[in-house]
Every structure is written in structure tokens, then in C-alpha cells.
T-cell receptor, first 113, second 115 residues
Framework: AQSVSQHNHHVILSEAASLELGCNYSYGGTVNLFWYVQYPGQHLQLLLKYFSGDPLVKGIKGFEAEFIKSKFSFNLRKPSVQWSDTAEYFCAVKPGGADGLTFGKGTHLIIQP | KAGVTQTPRYLIKTRGQQVTLSCSPISGHRSVSWYQQTPGQGLQFLFEYFSETQRNKGNFPGRFSGRQFSNSRSEMNVSTLELGDSALYLC??????????????FGPGTRLTVT
């Protein structure tokens, strides 16, 4: 069975700092990759997705992620974070078949003003 | 377009009871998936329905079941509730059909507390 590992459970940054959240997955076949965000009191929202093609994908709110197949990684990045980016971030993997999403444990990001 | 809606939003049940949760997908979405979210285990896949058929199932006991109706609305049922079933139950819908993958859109969830 596939698994997803998010390296940092809690991250605290100051506004304008750069962000990189790590995500590694274990699955040997074709995968579809996602980052979801859960803002305080809100439901899960899709940040970005990778299905195929350019391994550097851009999402909403200035986020981007890079798929590195050889490293089984899909790290999330943002060059300059804002206080409003405080949220829980989840990496998720969906195999090429019809299985459900497998989520990482999440990273709780706190941005200090 | 309205998002995924789930009812009820909050529920308190007693051990041994059963519960039914409801999910209405985004209009036009035919695939509905259910997830359980707990602080300890995180987000875990329960099952997926497509065209009224269960297409995939996660690693949960048979007490967890679901169904999908012809209008794509879905229900999940948990029988003989245990304290450990206390969780946020999330429903997600997608356009997915056949082998084409689409992203899933999540509802606000139903917070189930078992006492």
C-alpha cells in the first residue's frame, strides 16, 4: 500500500520568509499528486495538483510544487509567506487506478506577523 | 456552483448506536469518496462510489458502509458505534469517470462524537 510522509509536523515562520514543505511518497507506479490546505475553521481546499507533464506546477495564492520522480517527492514552496497562510497543509497521493487519496499526516504552519 | 454539502454538521451518539451521514456532491460530479479524520490517524480513505457502485474501499471494518443514489448523493452508515469512531467524516466529490483522474473537492465534514 502506498504511504505519504510529510517531514515537518509544525513549522513556524515570520512573514516574508520563504517556505518549503517536504512530501515523499512510496508507490512505484503512476501517481497523481496533490497539496490541500485547511485554513482555521474552513474545509479542505485544493492548492495544486500534478497529473502529468511539467513537473513544476503552480497553484493558488502563489504556491508551487515540484515533482521529482527519482526522489518520490512533491515539495511545496512559496517564496514569501503571509500571515494569512497560517493553516494545515496536506500532501496527498492518488495512484493511477481508482483508489482513494492517501494523505500525509499534515504540516501545521504558523506565520508570525 | 454550490460546493459539497454534508448533513448533519455535528452529531452526538452513544456507543452501540448506529449513525447515517449524508453528502450531496457538486452538481455534475458522479464520484463521491468518504474519509475519516482523527488527530491520531489523520485523514484515512473509507470508500468511493461511482455510478451507485462502490469502486474502492479502505481498510475499515464492515461496520462502516455506504451507498450512492442515482442523483449521486451518498450516505455512509456506521453501525455499533465505538468510542474510537469519534472523528470528522469528510465527503469529497469529483468529476472522475472511467480512467480519467480529476481532483476531489471536499465538504465541511460531519463531526461525530461517540460517548
Amino acid at each position: 500500500a502506498q504511504s505519504v510522509s510529510q517531514h515537518n509536523h509544525h513549522v513556524i515562520l515570520s512573514e516574508a520568509a520563504s517556505l518549503e514543505l517536504g512530501c515523499n511518497y512510496s508507490y512505484g507506479g503512476t501517481v497523481n499528486l496533490f497539496w490541500y490546505v485547511q485554513y482555521p475553521g474552513q474545509h479542505l481546499q485544493l492548492l495544486l495538483k500534478y497529473f502529468s507533464g511539467d513537473p513544476l506546477v503552480k497553484g493558488i495564492k502563489g504556491f508551487e510544487a515540484e515533482f521529482i520522480k527519482s526522489k518520490f517527492s512533491f515539495n511545496l514552496r512559496k517564496p514569501s509567506v503571509q500571515w494569512s497562510d497560517t493553516a494545515e497543509y496536506f500532501c496527498a497521493v492518488k495512484p493511477g487506478g481508482a483508489d482513494g487519496l492517501t494523505f500525509g499526516k499534515g504540516t501545521h504552519l504558523i506565520i508570525q506577523p | 456552483k454550490a460546493g459539497v454539502t454534508q448533513t448533519p454538521r455535528y452529531l452526538i451518539k452513544t456507543r452501540g448506536q448506529q449513525v447515517t451521514l449524508s453528502c450531496s456532491p457538486i452538481s455534475g460530479h458522479r464520484s463521491v469518496s468518504w474519509y475519516q479524520q482523527t488527530p491520531g490517524q489523520g485523514l484515512q480513505f473509507l470508500f468511493e462510489y461511482f455510478s451507485e457502485t462502490q469502486r474502492n474501499k479502505g481498510n475499515f471494518p464492515g461496520r462502516f458502509s455506504g451507498r450512492q443514489f442515482s442523483n449521486s448523493r451518498s450516505e455512509m452508515n456506521v453501525s455499533t458505534l465505538e468510542l474510537g469512531d469519534s472523528a470528522l467524516y469528510l465527503c469529497a466529490s469529483s468529476l472522475e469517470s472511467g480512467q480519467v483522474i480529476y481532483e476531489q473537492y471536499f465538504g465541511p465534514g460531519t463531526r461525530l462524537t461517540v460517548t
